[in-house]
């Protein structure tokens, strides 16, 4: 097949065949009486402007096609092609085809929505791409084909909301994605039944079929490479006009743990950092929870030195430790929270406020302990090293189990939750996918295959 | 869907009710208890009782401040345990023993029988099998009253020296629970118990091992047996040994050390016990001016396995002729063996026939800082 390709001769018919499924492919005929052309191109990497002053204005003046092929042949960055793969490429780059008899030539018309393009706010990153996605559809897939320039990358359209009638586009890769996965995505899309859809996470909720789930079945990214990147594998992204997060389905329990730097890094230092992940994970999961099992239920487990601590630090503490526990977590939340709401020039100061002045308060006042304010603070922090908002989101209210088990029954509680929640998500699945395998893909070979890497 | 919700709805309610009702242990929060740390038990004033003291840690509110506080409860009994029930009386806190760490014996009950006591620390469901055994002298109580200066958390210097965690003294061997209650039991082994002594106020001295006839003591060792017996019972002892040539005395510290012995029957002969002792030192000590060489270092390689081959032999001789096996030589020469139905018998009649050859190995393998 493709050394068939490889030989293919750049003919009009051709580009139409490998671009069908292309949403946003422009095929136009320019017809004056003196004879026709026609231009092809694709509308999301394109400059609409461009293309009528430099295409389609000249060609109308002019009158004549076989002047105004000659016209756009030569002018600078033009490039008459006769292979039909280079044709393909170049559509893609954001080149426009105009097809005279059985002649191509393109005509450089790129959009880069370079000034535009916002920086990431929730996904931060310390080295990489900084572009994220805006709150135009347009500019998004420009975001994305530019990133992924293959003609297997098909685009459909369609519409949700009887109100909002917001625009929306189902990405994938023809040859790589899962056709089991896009049916039923359709099928989905299809009997919603929606007035109004603003945001990408609500889409994800009117989607899963679950009413009642704690972890996240889709990936809402703000990130164009993680879409590529997901792209890649297999999986299918749906962008919303409106708004400048992407929803990649079907997503499995680790690929929320995967950061965008985690590529960039040494190897060492990449499987370094989704270590310290999943070990803060398991911090903010469990120290509350273990602190009520091990002062209320088996101080034996930790060392006497740290028990006495225990002990002395909660001294005054009026209150039982789950009681504590939960009185601090919830303090806790709620500066989060502000902090969020907050303008962003008061916002350091409601954190310093809330973060420093009410701990050192609290334990002065000796209504909770010492040791809980290290507690807090840890869980606090290490929830945030989950590198997507809505998997941190998940485990922010997990942990409230785990308390709650704990309260019950100590640190058999905390195993049994353990346990439970495991065999709850080796139950799920994510659009027929088992939500708690390890890969996506099956081996590493064939990953490294399809990202590109592995020589 | 409504019927799936309403089903996880009930099956989260029917969890949460169950789990209440089987709550594992019991709920009480850390400041409700009172740790205790250390039990010791004397002879009490009437014939047959008990008198049991508890050290209590008391945590302290202000952890910056190095203030430590304990508190010691005694309360005599014929029954261990019912002198335990009668002491929660005494305290406002439900008393807990997961954190007990050590049971010091008086010196009286050790001479007289410890397997009750020894019993009943196996038997208690919330006294930890790792919890280290001692002799009290001359009480058990006077022990625990001791309060060293460098401790800030109640007792933590006894335990931290009796588990060999903290100091790691040659002179002390610490002995578990378990390994006691075994040694009791178990035929060819003979339990000993380190002795802990309170020569002045807030100090304490561990330096001497006690040897048990299975339930009471029958011989102490001195320090310096105390040490070449840890020699013999445990790999790479940090130590010192001396080595004489001459007037000129040194001091070599063993980097590692390894001990081991064969019981040997020979058809035609006496019966022996080969011990090999290994040791690789460093020189640490030198009373003369004289300039350590390589043929120097032979010199004292040789004069120290000598010294030591000496002392412990004479060691060997004093434990046979003591007639305990603390060694558990016994316990080898019956696992070696298949006439199950006689070789312990034959042991007996063995042992005190016992010869004993000692090939210590010194090697001095550095002199020192100093050329």
């Given at each position: 097949?493709?050394?068939?390709?490889?030989k293919?001769e750049?003919?009009?018919?051709?580009?139409?065949g490998?671009?069908?499924?292309?949403?946003?492919?422009?095929?136009?005929?320019?017809?004056?009486?003196?004879?026709?052309?026609?231009?092809?191109?694709?509308?999301?990497?394109?400059?609409?402007q461009?293309?009528s002053?430099?295409?389609?204005?000249?060609?109308?003046e002019?009158?004549?096609?076989a002047?105004?092929?000659?016209?756009?042949?030569?002018?600078?960055?033009?490039?008459?092609?006769?292979?039909?793969p280079?044709?393909?490429?170049l559509?893609l780059?954001?080149y426009?085809?105009?097809?005279?008899?059985?002649k191509l030539?393109?005509?450089?018309?790129l959009?880069?929505?370079?000034?535009?393009?916002?920086?990431?706010?929730?996904?931060?990153?310390?080295?990489?791409?900084s572009d994220?996605?805006?709150?135009n559809?347009?500019?998004?897939?420009?975001?994305?084909?530019?990133?992924?320039?293959?003609?297997?990358?098909?685009m459909?359209?369609?519409?949700?909301?009887n109100m909002?009638?917001?625009?929306?586009?189902?990405?994938y890769?023809e040859?790589?994605?899962n056709?089991?996965?896009?049916?039923?995505?359709k099928?989905?899309?299809?009997?919603l039944?929606l007035?109004?859809?603003?945001?990408?996470g609500e889409l994800?909720?009117?989607?899963s079929?679950?009413?009642l789930?704690i972890?996240?079945?889709?990936?809402?990214?703000?990130?164009p490479?993680?879409?590529?990147?997901?792209l890649?594998?297999?999986?299918?992204?749906?962008?919303?006009?409106?708004?400048?997060?992407a929803?990649?389905?079907?997503?499995?329990?680790n690929?929320f743990?995967i950061a965008?730097?985690?590529?960039?890094?040494l190897p060492?230092?990449?499987?370094?950092?989704?270590?310290l992940?999943?070990?803060?994970v398991?911090?903010?999961l469990?120290?509350?929870?273990?602190?009520?099992?091990?002062?209320?239920?088996?101080?034996?487990?930790?060392?006497?030195?740290?028990?006495?601590?225990?002990?002395?630090?909660?001294?005054?503490?009026?209150?039982?430790?789950?009681?504590?526990?939960i009185?601090?977590?919830?303090?806790?939340?709620?500066?989060?929270?502000?902090?969020?709401?907050?303008?962003?020039?008061?916002?350091?100061?409601a954190?310093?406020?809330g973060?420093?002045?009410?701990?050192?308060?609290?334990?002065?006042?000796?209504l909770i302990?010492?040791?809980?304010?290290?507690?807090?603070?840890v869980?606090?922090?290490?929830?945030f090293?989950?590198p997507?908002?809505?998997?941190?989101?998940s485990?922010?209210?997990?942990?409230?189990?785990?308390v709650?088990?704990?309260?019950f029954?100590?640190?058999?509680?905390?195993?049994i939750?353990?346990?439970?929640f495991?065999?709850?998500?080796c139950?799920q699945?994510s659009f027929g996918?088992?939500?708690f395998?390890?890969f996506?893909?099956?081996?590493?070979?064939?990953s490294?295959?399809?990202?590109?890497?592995?020589? | 869907?409504?019927?799936?919700?309403?089903?996880?709805?009930?099956?989260?309610?029917?969890?949460?009710v169950?789990?209440?009702?089987?709550s594992?242990?019991n709920?009480?929060?850390?400041?409700?208890?009172?740790?205790?740390?250390?039990?010791?038990?004397?002879?009490?004033?009437?014939?047959?009782t008990?008198?049991?003291?508890l050290k209590?840690?008391i945590?302290?509110?202000?952890?910056?401040?190095?203030?430590?506080?304990?508190?010691?409860l005694?309360?005599?009994?014929?029954s261990?345990?019912?002198?335990?029930?009668?002491?929660?009386?005494?305290?406002e806190?439900?008393?807990?023993?997961?954190?007990c760490?050590?049971?010091?014996?008086g010196?009286?009950?050790a001479?007289?029988d410890?397997r009750h006591?020894?019993?009943?620390a196996?038997?208690r469901?919330?006294?930890?099998l790792?919890i280290?055994?001692?002799?009290?002298?001359?009480?058990?109580?006077?022990?625990l009253?001791?309060?060293?200066?460098?401790?800030r958390?109640?007792?933590n210097?006894?335990?931290?020296a009796?588990?060999?965690?903290?100091?790691?003294?040659?002179?002390?061997s610490?002995?578990?629970?378990?390994?006691?209650?075994?040694?009791i039991?178990?035929?060819?082994?003979?339990?000993?118990?380190?002795i802990?002594e309170?020569?002045?106020?807030?100090?304490?001295?561990?330096?001497?091992?006690?040897?048990?006839?299975k339930n009471k003591?029958?011989?102490?060792?001195?320090?310096?047996?105390?040490?070449?017996?840890?020699?013999?019972s445990r790999?790479?002892?940090q130590?010192n040994?001396p080595?004489h040539?001459?007037?000129?005395?040194y001091q070599y510290?063993t980097?590692?050390?390894?001990?081991?012995?064969?019981?040997?029957?020979?058809?035609?002969?006496?019966?022996?016990?080969?011990?090999?002792i290994?040791?690789?030192?460093?020189?640490?000590?030198?009373?003369?001016?004289?300039?350590i060489?390589h043929q120097?270092l032979k010199?004292?390689?040789?004069?120290?396995?000598?010294?030591l081959?000496?002392?412990?032999?004479a060691?060997?001789?004093?434990?046979?002729?003591?007639?305990?096996?603390?060694?558990?030589?016994?316990?080898?020469?019956?696992?070696?063996?298949?006439?199950?139905?006689?070789?312990?018998?034959d042991?007996?009649?063995?042992?005190?026939?016992?010869?004993?050859?000692v090939?210590?190995d010194?090697?001095v393998k550095?002199?020192?800082m100093?050329?």
């Amino acid at each position: 097949m493709s050394g068939q390709e490889h030989k293919q001769e750049a003919s009009l018919n051709g580009i139409r065949g490998q671009l069908s499924g292309f949403g946003d492919l422009e095929d136009k005929s320019l017809t004056v009486p003196a004879g026709q052309v026609s231009l092809l191109y694709i509308k999301s990497v394109t400059d609409g402007q461009a293309i009528s002053r430099n295409i389609i204005a000249p060609f109308y003046e002019m009158g004549n096609p076989a002047g105004y092929y000659s016209y756009i042949a030569d002018y600078p960055g033009s490039e008459v092609v006769t292979e039909g793969p280079r044709a393909v490429e170049l559509l893609l780059s954001g080149y426009a085809c105009i097809g005279w008899q059985d002649k191509l030539c393109f005509f450089d018309v790129l959009r880069a929505e370079a000034s535009s393009v916002k920086e990431t706010v929730t996904e931060s990153i310390s080295q990489g791409p900084s572009d994220a996605l805006g709150e135009n559809l347009a500019v998004n897939l420009n975001l994305i084909r530019r990133r992924y320039q293959s003609a297997a990358l098909k685009m459909e359209f369609t519409v949700i909301g009887n109100m909002s009638k917001t625009k929306a586009a189902i990405l994938y890769d023809e040859d790589r994605v899962n056709p089991e996965v896009l049916a039923e995505l359709k099928e989905k899309l299809d009997s919603l039944k929606l007035d109004i859809l603003q945001a990408a996470g609500e889409l994800e909720k009117y989607i899963s079929s679950d009413k009642l789930r704690i972890f996240p079945k889709t990936i809402v990214t703000e990130r164009p490479d993680r879409v590529v990147f997901n792209l890649a594998e297999g999986k299918v992204a749906i962008l919303l006009d409106t708004t400048g997060y992407a929803i990649v389905l079907p997503s499995i329990f680790n690929d929320f743990f995967i950061a965008m730097d985690d590529k960039i890094q040494l190897p060492f230092v990449g499987r370094f950092l989704k270590l310290l992940r999943i070990l803060g994970v398991a911090m903010t999961l469990w120290l509350p929870a273990l602190y009520i099992a091990f002062t209320s239920y088996n101080p034996e487990i930790v060392r006497v030195q740290i028990a006495l601590l225990i002990g002395g630090s909660r001294a005054t503490v009026p209150y039982p430790s789950f009681v504590e526990v939960i009185l601090m977590m919830i303090m806790m939340e709620f500066l989060t929270e502000a902090s969020l709401r907050l303008p962003r020039a008061i916002g350091p100061t409601a954190t310093t406020v809330g973060g420093l002045i009410l701990g050192q308060a609290a334990t002065a006042a000796g209504l909770i302990g010492n040791i809980m304010i290290i507690l807090v603070s840890v869980v606090a922090i290490s929830n945030f090293l989950v590198p997507l908002n809505m998997m941190s989101f998940s485990i922010r209210v997990l942990k409230y189990f785990f308390v709650i088990a704990a309260a019950f029954l100590g640190l058999i509680g905390v195993v049994i939750c353990l346990v439970g929640f495991t065999l709850y998500l080796c139950s799920q699945r994510s659009f027929g996918q088992p939500y708690f395998k390890l890969f996506f893909l099956d081996t590493i070979g064939t990953s490294l295959k399809k990202k590109g890497g592995g020589q | 869907m409504r019927g799936r919700v309403v089903r996880a709805m009930l099956l989260i309610l029917l969890s949460t009710v169950m789990a209440m009702l089987i709550s594992g242990c019991n709920y009480k929060d850390i400041d409700r208890r009172i740790f205790v740390v250390a039990i010791g038990i004397d002879p009490g004033k009437a014939e047959g009782t008990f008198k049991v003291s508890l050290k209590l840690a008391i945590p302290q509110g202000d952890v910056t401040k190095i203030d430590e506080k304990m508190q010691i409860l005694t309360e005599e009994s014929e029954s261990i345990s019912e002198a335990l029930r009668r002491m929660k009386s005494k305290v406002e806190k439900e008393l807990d023993y997961v954190h007990c760490k050590s049971v010091v014996l008086g010196e009286k009950i050790a001479a007289k029988d410890i397997r009750h006591v020894v019993d009943w620390a196996v038997r208690r469901r919330d006294i930890q099998l790792i919890i280290n055994f001692a002799v009290g002298r001359p009480g058990a109580l006077e022990v625990l009253q001791v309060k060293p200066p460098s401790e800030r958390i109640p007792s933590n210097s006894l335990i931290l020296a009796m588990s060999g965690q903290g100091t790691e003294s040659p002179f002390i061997s610490s002995v578990y629970s378990y390994q006691l209650m075994r040694s009791i039991y178990e035929k060819g082994i003979d339990p000993i118990l380190p002795i802990i002594e309170v020569p002045e106020e807030n100090q304490f001295l561990i330096d001497k091992i006690a040897l048990l006839d299975k339930n009471k003591i029958k011989l102490v060792l001195t320090p310096d047996e105390t040490r070449l017996f840890n020699l013999l019972s445990r790999s790479d002892l940090q130590t010192n040994f001396p080595a004489h040539i001459g007037n000129g005395m040194y001091q070599y510290y063993t980097e590692s050390s390894s001990s081991s012995y064969r019981i040997v029957n020979p058809p035609d002969g006496e019966p022996y016990i080969r011990y090999t002792i290994k040791i690789r030192a460093i020189l640490e000590e030198n009373s003369t001016e004289e300039m350590i060489t390589h043929q120097m270092l032979k010199k004292i390689n040789e004069a120290g396995a000598a010294e030591l081959r000496e002392a412990v032999t004479a060691l060997l001789v004093k434990i046979q002729d003591s007639g305990m096996d603390p060694l558990g030589w016994g316990l080898r020469y019956g696992s070696r063996h298949w006439n199950n139905a006689t070789e312990m018998s034959d042991w007996e009649n063995l042992y005190p026939q016992l010869k004993f050859q000692v090939k210590a190995d010194v090697d001095v393998k550095y002199s020192g800082m100093i050329k």
